[in-house]
């Protein structure tokens, strides 16, 4: 029989499928080839990477196959993973996105960290406080923290009501619902005091986005991503804006581009906040930046 070029792969069994796809997505430079194809046919047999394993054997039905070649073209269009199957994991959160939230990434977590050490310096995470999230997107950041600090109340911004809606979802998803969410930029609509004020700004410069991967430029939202010039524009509205609404001893913790440590803790000192030596990332870049203000 001559092959069906309508689509993408022949019908074969659950792991013949599986290597067939992962090749593909290595032609293309993939380099998750052989997780992202894990992760499309499980969520095309609405089956578990258990399942997918005792299963491996069977035959893929055409329906199955059809269904599977969907996915895996929008995989090969780099559409990212996660908005194929509708949501990220973050700090073991399940987070629901749409096309105007970020796709949470693993380096964010480092924020979260950050934050937490500068909480636990001051007191129990069992205290009442107030946090704000600049920037909620999905409301990962908030949403996070909210998770291991049992008293807190959260404020998440965004510029973006659809942002908003996704985070507010998230919420109540979560069942995390000591959360409010405000559309404004940044922290322009918010009162303090506040004990910790939280953010993943746009950084990327506006001439670098072109050179992004794909998964990023085409398919994460400008918004997010758009630092201006030289990426600092959010650090400097944040540095206008956040020490007035940190109360004595508060805590301001941001994520930070690669090469801007320094240009962003000399905004933040200039705006009376100390800063505290960053956090790295697992890969040793320096990727959360605290700034604190004196009690």
Request: net charge neutral; with cysteine.
């Amino acid at each position: 029989m001559g092959r069906n070029t309508a689509t993408i792969l022949d019908p074969q069994s659950v792991a013949e499928t599986r290597r067939v796809l992962a090749a593909k997505f290595r032609a293309v430079g993939i380099e998750s080839a052989d997780l992202d194809a894990r992760i499309l046919i499980g969520q095309a047999l609405g089956a578990d990477q258990t399942a997918l394993a005792s299963d491996s054997t069977r035959s893929i039905t055409p329906a199955e196959q059809a269904m599977i070649d969907a996915l895996a073209r929008r995989r090969l269009n780099r559409e990212p993973i996660a908005r194929i199957v509708g949501q990220k994991e973050f700090w073991s959160l399940p987070l629901r996105l749409n096309s105007a939230t970020l796709v949470p990434r693993p380096e964010t977590e480092t924020v979260v960290e950050a934050a937490l050490a500068a909480i636990d310096a001051r007191g129990s995470r069992s205290r009442p406080l107030r946090i704000a999230d600049l920037g909620t997107g999905s409301g990962a950041l908030a949403l996070a923290l909210l998770s291991e600090l049992p008293h807190a109340f959260a404020v998440g911004t965004d510029l973006s009501i659809d942002a908003l809606v996704a985070a507010r979802a998230n919420a109540r998803r979560l069942n995390l619902n000591r959360a409010a969410f405000v559309a404004c930029d940044m922290a322009q609509a918010l009162h303090g005091p506040f004990d910790l004020i939280v953010s993943n700004p746009p950084y990327i410069a506006s001439d670098d986005i072109a050179g992004l991967d794909p998964e990023v430029r085409v398919y994460d939202p400008r918004l997010a991503l758009d630092g201006g010039q030289n990426g600092l524009d959010a650090y400097r509205a944040i540095a206008a804006t956040v020490p007035a609404l940190l109360a004595p001893g508060g805590a301001l913790v941001v994520e930070l581009g690669i090469g801007q440590m320094e240009p962003v803790t000399a905004l933040f000192a200039a705006a009376g906040l100390a800063p505290v030596p960053p956090r790295p990332d697992l890969n040793g870049v320096p990727r959360a930046l605290v700034g604190m203000k004196r009690a």
